[in-house]
């Protein structure tokens, strides 16, 4: 949602704070530290990933994971139906393996998304680059804004990073005081929750 809005906004530049690539045209994104900055620090669903050689892609128009079915594979299935066949699952897809395959190494692309649950997994090679990236972004920002995001207590890692990117902050003599701008619906414990982490 956030990339369609800005694609409507004229802009088309996206920086990741990784390298990947298109996934229709194949072209690289724009170099680091070019284009809005956008920090998904638990993945997204419009990306798709290649376990085999570390490539990542992305698709500014719509859901790349689910309008190429990324990440469904035989095995899931046959857990209900041990006679299910590759054709069958296929068709139940409705999309052809090699629509599915990394153009650069012809394996099959999966997706990963960390769960907001204390057993996510962070094991691709983009979310160390994405995690520095974001603190990079917020240790030289003197404005945070929060919107629709409850802090929970599961995000410990995100608590630890902002917390980190705050004692950076403060460090600097070029940049105003923090201010921290919380946009919530009638949460008063995500309320209490964001009073905490950032002044123990």
Same mark, same amino acid.
């Given at each position: ?14 920086? #990741? ?12 994104? @724009?170099?680091?530290? $070019?284009?809005?900055?956008? /920090?998904? *620090? ?6 798709? #990933?290649?376990?085999?050689?570390? +490539? ?8 790349? /994971?689910?309008?190429?079915? @990324? ?41 990963? *998304? ?15 680059? *994405? ?18 995001? +409850?802090?929970?207590? /599961?995000?410990? $890692? ?9 004692? +950076? ?5 070029? @940049? ?6 919380? @946009? ?17």
């Amino acid at each position: 949602m956030l990339e369609r809005s800005l694609h409507e906004q004229g802009s088309t530049s996206i920086d #990741y704070g990784f390298e990947c690539y298109d996934w229709h045209s194949g072209r690289k994104n @724009v170099p680091l530290n $070019e284009g809005v900055a956008v /920090a998904k *620090i638990n993945g997204s669903s419009n990306w798709a #990933y290649c376990d085999n050689c570390s +490539s990542m892609f992305f698709n500014l128009q719509g859901k790349l /994971a689910l309008s190429e079915m @990324v990440g469904l594979v035989k095995a899931d299935f046959r857990l209900f139906d041990t006679t299910l066949k590759g054709r069958a699952f296929d068709e139940a897809l409705g999309v052809a393996p090699q629509h599915r395959e990394c153009p650069f190494c012809r394996n099959m692309v999966s997706t990963h *998304i960390a769960t907001f649950s204390f057993r996510k997994s962070y094991r691709t090679y983009a979310y160390p680059a *994405i995690w520095h990236a974001s603190r990079h972004w917020l240790s030289r920002s003197s404005r945070w804004i929060f919107v629709g995001y +409850s802090l929970p207590d /599961a995000d410990y $890692e995100f608590k630890h990073m902002l917390k980190t990117a705050q004692l +950076s902050l403060d460090r600097r003599k070029d @940049v105003p005081p923090l201010q921290i701008d919380v @946009v919530l619906k009638e949460n008063p414990k995500a309320e209490r929750r964001f009073s905490r982490p950032l002044r123990q």
